[in-house]
């Protein structure tokens, strides 16, 4: 029996975080949200405003004997810039910042040891991806799911989603479904 797992990422705008995961073996049940924040069930309306305080990510589960918690953590910091503080590309507010939402001490401990890896092996400034616990996460509304495989045409999806989806393939072929 394969062992089912929860992991939580936010690397910006949940429609590219989404789309990278998408195309992982062993990963499954994708849904787009917000986590990190202070009021509960926030709007998209009201998390872009950035006042809410929480982030756009991912929950997703995985087969951890089909894909390791650290395979997911190497595509999602070869797949978003960890580096810079709330903001990626022309995303801009703490809606779009780098974080991890740890459900246990295993995943922070994997978590820390591939930072510091890669903070000494691949970047050329700080990872400053946040690690927390666990904490509440509320579903975005439906028309954010499965955003980039419904609307690729899109100007967003081919200026920033494409060109993540296209790294991925190049350098995680080994790990695509």
Same mark, same amino acid.
């Given at each position: ?5 929860? =992991? !939580? ?9 989404? +789309?990278?995961?998408? #195309? $992982?073996?062993?990963?499954?049940? /994708? ?11 926030? =709007? !998209? ?9 929480? +982030?756009?990510?991912? #929950? $997703?589960?995985?087969?951890?004997? /089909? ?111």
């Amino acid at each position: 029996m394969k062992k089912e797992k929860i =992991a !939580y990422f936010a690397g910006g705008c949940f429609w590219c975080t989404e +789309a990278v995961f998408q #195309r $992982l073996k062993g990963v499954h049940n /994708i849904t787009p949200g917000y986590m990190g924040g202070e009021i509960k069930n926030p =709007a !998209y309306r009201e998390v872009c405003t950035g006042r809410t305080g929480h +982030a756009e990510g991912i #929950r $997703l589960q995985y087969h951890s004997e /089909i894909i390791s918690y650290q395979d997911l953590l190497h595509v999602f910091f070869a797949t978003h810039d960890p580096t810079t503080l709330n903001r990626q590309g022309n995303d801009v507010g703490t809606q779009y910042r780098s974080a991890l939402y740890c459900v246990d001490q295993e995943q922070e401990s994997i978590a820390k040891k591939v930072i510091d890896e890669l903070n000494s092996t691949t970047f050329d400034a700080p990872i400053v991806t946040e690690i927390q616990s666990e904490m509440p996460f509320y579903t975005a509304e439906e028309e954010h799911h499965n955003y980039y495989n419904q609307h690729g045409e899109q100007p967003y999806c081919s200026v920033v989603i494409s060109p993540k989806v296209e790294k991925l393939k190049a350098r995680f072929a080994h790990l695509l479904k």
